[in-house]
Nanobody
Framework: QVQLLESGGGLVQAGGSLRLSCAAS????????MAWFRQAPGQERDFVAA??????????YYADSVKGRFAISRDNAKNMVYLQMNSLKPEDTAVYYC?????????????????WGQGTQVTVSS
């Protein structure tokens, strides 16, 4: 199991950009599929983006709401996952969480994920 720590959140105006980072500690990071989720006040935690482990060639998958604006990437040498967020909208305001699972389908669903970060707040002003 990996431990996760997010950073990079903050306050940004609509149309701006932020880059979130997730640092993972533990063994065999490259074996884990990684994902970002977000949770707005009073709402459920929603899937944002995911990236395959080394066997998946680093391919990625996005929620329709962020497709074309957000990009997930990973650096296995540094045990890091990133979320580049461009053209931000007020509806992107949420706490963003990093998640890890050995299975891509499980990390996308978020249902059986045991490794979560503590979250980082992103606020987009209009």
């Amino acid at each position: 199991q990996v431990q996760l720590l997010e950073s990079g959140g903050g306050l940004v105006q609509a149309g701006g950009s932020l880059r979130l980072s997730c640092a993972a500690s533990g063994r065999d990071f490259s074996f884990y599929a990684m994902a970002w989720f977000r949770q707005a006040p009073g709402q459920e935690r929603d899937f944002v983006a995911a990236i395959h482990n080394w066997s998946g060639g680093g391919s990625s998958y996005y929620a329709d709401s962020v497709k074309g604006r957000f990009a997930i990437s990973r650096d296995n040498a540094k045990n890091m996952v990133y979320l580049q967020m461009n053209s931000l909208k007020p509806e992107d305001t949420a706490v963003y969480y990093c998640a890890a699972h050995l299975s891509m389908s499980e990390v996308v669903s978020g249902k059986n994920v045991n490794s979560w970060g503590q979250g980082t707040q992103v606020t987009v002003s209009s």
